[in-house]
């Protein structure tokens, strides 16, 4: 048993490597913004018992919750025109990742507000802020704050969860590894680069939210 | 010299003992549709049990169909276990050192296929146009050569997802082999795949023994006869959506 690794084969490829590595980095940050967004709003309505808003918020999270990643993608980029609605692949990415991680956000964010003393928040009161001001300052913040490495875990599943759009050909890390494995078939090579980026990504994810946390959750 | 001559029979003649027998043995495919698959009823059929069918009443004898792979199917003729090979055979230079071919009788080719609407006739075309292909198959490697650089290649993991991203609009033009435009058409699919230019070329030929001169001019007589009173292109109609075309080789 010996096989000859030829590292070169793949790293001739390196520009392709370099644009999958930079649109799986962008793809998840748009993601995370827009994603952390819906999952705050939907987080709101459903602890607020908002009428009608809060049982359509429950249907998304179940249905998004419930049901694998790729299907989802397949339903937004193969489905969607079929209803006329023309989205390129990366479009198609971008949002089926939002929708995604907006549901699991939604569930994490609630279990952070949930976790606010109701004590906190008749002392707002008692301050007499309004409710938005009270939402933002005695509850979301703390709030996040308690549920911030739980969000964080689920960025890092999101950037890995990306790679599945290299099935409709939006041309991210994993489309790159497999292009250059269909060109010269040194799939164990490719594979092994793949991985290490996917692996140095996730840690440097790790640190980098880790320091922003340390920043906007500053006890004041 | 001497060993070759002593592999080959030299006083038997197949055509005489096909008909002696009254039976011919043709190997078909059973694992290649439309060519050759298993039926609903589990009966062998497609492209080239037709045309076996063809053959067989063009030389008034009773059909034996035999399955074989794409790997075996030479040795079966070489070995006498056949007489002929109707398995979507191409010819290449290989295979014309062991055996011989009649004159092509089935379509088999790469393309680009899309709908009337676009306007593609040769790869230049392509410039500006979405092609949707399978990730490392033989018409991902060619378009990639051939297509201006402007061209926006789609790669899809499979067959099945690439012909989805087609039919839901996802991209323009398709690049693939005309069996699998054939099984599209089928569906009878909102937009057509209609053939616009060819990028590789590998019609189907009959295969058999070497120094069968008999039998080769009879099968290549029926074949000739069939192209020209249309039986071949019925069969071309039904398991492949589109006429035969006039310029298979002879």
Redesign the interface.
């Known amino acids: 048993m010996r096989y000859h690794f030829d590292f070169l084969a793949v790293l001739e490829y390196w520009p392709l490597l370099v644009r999958g590595a930079v649109l799986t980095l962008v793809l998840t940050f748009i993601a995370i913004v827009l994603g952390t967004v819906v999952g705050v709003a939907g987080a709101y309505i459903r602890s607020a018992r908002v009428p009608i808003l809060s049982a359509v918020v429950a249907a998304y999270v179940e249905l998004i919750r419930n049901t694998p990643f790729i299907i989802q993608l397949?339903f937004v980029?193969?489905?969607l025109?079929?209803l006329g609605l023309?989205i390129s692949?990366v479009e198609a990415a971008l949002l089926a990742m939002t929708l995604n991680l907006g549901a699991y956000a939604v569930e994490i964010v609630r279990a952070g507000i949930e976790s606010i003393g109701r004590g906190q928040i008749e002392a707002g009161e008692a301050l007499g802020m309004t409710r938005f001001q009270i939402f933002l300052h005695v509850v979301l913040l703390p709030a996040l704050r308690n549920v911030y490495p739980s969000l964080i875990s689920q960025f890092v599943i999101l950037m890995l969860g990306s790679s599945v759009a290299?099935?409709?050909?939006a041309e991210e890390l994993t489309?790159a590894g497999?292009?250059i494995?269909?060109?010269n078939f040194r799939s164990f090579e490719v594979y092994f680069i793949i991985s290490a980026i996917y692996l140095i990504f996730a840690f440097a994810m790790r640190r980098a939210f880790g320091v922003v946390g340390r920043f906007a959750f500053a006890r004041r | 010299m001497l060993l070759a001559s002593a592999a080959a029979p030299a006083f038997a003649d197949e055509l005489d003992d096909v008909m002696k027998a009254g039976v011919i043995r043709i190997a078909v495919p059973q694992d290649f549709a439309p060519f050759g698959s298993s039926g609903p009823d589990m009966q062998p059929q497609g492209y080239d049990i037709d045309t076996a069918r063809l053959i067989a009443k063009g030389m008034g004898v009773k059909l034996e169909l035999v399955p074989v792979t794409s790997a075996n199917r030479l040795p079966y003729l070489q070995t006498r276990k056949v007489d002929l090979i109707i398995s979507s055979l191409g010819k290449n230079p290989d295979r014309l050192k062991v055996i011989d071919f009649t004159s092509a009788y089935a379509p088999f080719y790469s393309g680009v296929f899309g709908p009337p609407s676009i306007a593609v006739s040769k790869p230049e075309d392509l410039a500006g146009k979405t092609i949707?292909v399978t990730?490392?198959a033989l018409e991902?490697?060619a378009i990639t050569k051939i297509a201006p650089s402007t061209a926006d290649i789609?790669?899809?993991?499979d067959n099945n997802?690439t012909i989805?991203?087609f039919l839901?609009?996802?991209v323009q033009l398709i690049a693939t082999g005309n069996v699998v435009a054939a099984a599209i058409l089928a569906k009878n699919p909102p937009v057509k795949p209609e053939k616009k230019f060819i990028i590789q070329d590998s019609p189907c030929f009959i295969g058999l023994n070497k120094d069968e001169p008999k039998l080769l001019d009879r099968v290549n007589a029926i074949i000739a006869m069939s192209k020209k009173n249309g039986s071949l292109d019925a069969i071309s109609r039904k398991w492949l959506g589109l006429p035969l075309p006039s310029d298979l080789p002879a």
Not at chain 1, 166 to 169: A, V
Not at chain 2, 154 to 157: P, Q
């Open positions: 397949f980029f193969f489905g025109p079929s023309k692949a290299s099935q409709i050909s489309f497999n292009f494995q269909s060109r | 949707g990730r490392g991902d490697l789609r790669r899809f993991e997802t989805s991203a839901s609009g996802q």
